[in-house]
């Protein structure tokens, strides 16, 4: 069964700073790896999409990396800005039998920058 | 760009009541999707849909809950007789195909509350 974690649970930076939020997985069968966003209360607004076969993805100041073998991801926000406060949400789709799009999510890093 | 809606966005029942809950999926999107989200606790896939029947389901989704796709746009979650336990944020999602290129969008969520 898959199972995602990740790391830290929280995490407070001072606006400008460079980040990263991990992301692990167990079974290194998978079909991709997304990364979402989630404001307090709302939906999830999907950032970027990994491929297995897919190393990295950028868009604007975010880039994610995929290490399947391994089973890890990272996401980098450079610059950040309060803005980017949210919490991230990794999630991988198992590749194989009947999964028609199920993803399975971490809990989520909630993250604060401050001013 | 085009986005899941989901009505409504907050409902109150009481304990054994009926909910359905409602979702406009993207237009061209094939596959359709219901998720929730417990306070505090994970994103959880319950059922996946392509071409008008189930093609995936967890072990919450059990005989209480039950989707439709009544006509071309909307694609219902039904909560038969609902419990305490079913309170939580409850996502539609949608995407255009399964294979690993295709990003799955969510709606913003209906939360439901459950006395």
């Known amino acids: 069964k898959q199972e995602v974690t990740q790391i830290p649970a929280a995490l407070s930076v001072p606006e400008g700073e460079n980040l990263v939020l991990n992301c692990s997985f167990t079974?290194?069968?998978?079909?991709?790896l997304q990364w979402f966003r989630q404001d307090p209360g709302k939906g999830l607004t999907s950032l970027l999409l990994?491929?297995?076969?897919?190393r990295e993805q950028t868009s604007g100041r975010l880039n994610a990396s995929l290490d399947k073998s391994s089973g890890r991801s990272t996401l980098y926000i450079a610059a950040s800005q309060p803005g980017d406060s949210a919490t991230y949400l990794c999630?991988?789709?198992?590749?194989?039998?009947?999964?028609?799009?199920?993803?399975?999510f971490g809990q989520g890093t909630i993250l604060t920058v401050h001013p | 760009e085009p986005e899941v809606t989901q009505t409504p966005s907050h409902q109150v029942t009481q304990m054994g009541q009926e909910v359905i809950l409602r979702c406009v999926p993207i237009?061209?999107?094939?596959?359709f999707y219901w998720y929730r989200q417990i306070l505090g606790q994970k994103v959880e896939f319950l059922v996946s849909?392509?071409?008008?029947?189930?093609?995936?389901k967890s072990e919450i989704f059990d005989d209480q809950f039950s989707v439709e796709r009544p006509d071309g746009s909307n694609f219902t979650l039904k909560i038969r007789s609902t419990k305490l336990e079913d309170s939580a944020m409850y996502f539609c999602?949608?995407?255009?195909?399964?294979?690993?290129?295709?990003?799955?969008?969510f709606g913003e969520g209906s939360w439901l509350t459950v006395v």
């Open positions: 999602a949608s995407s255009y195909r399964v294979r690993s290129g295709n990003t799955i969008y």
């Open positions: 999630a991988v789709r198992n590749a194989g039998g009947t999964s028609y799009g199920k993803l399975t």
């Open positions: 849909f392509y071409n008008n029947e189930i093609s995936e």
């Open positions: 990994i491929q297995s076969s897919q």
């Open positions: 237009s061209n999107h094939l596959y």
């Open positions: 079974d290194s069968a998978i079909y991709n």
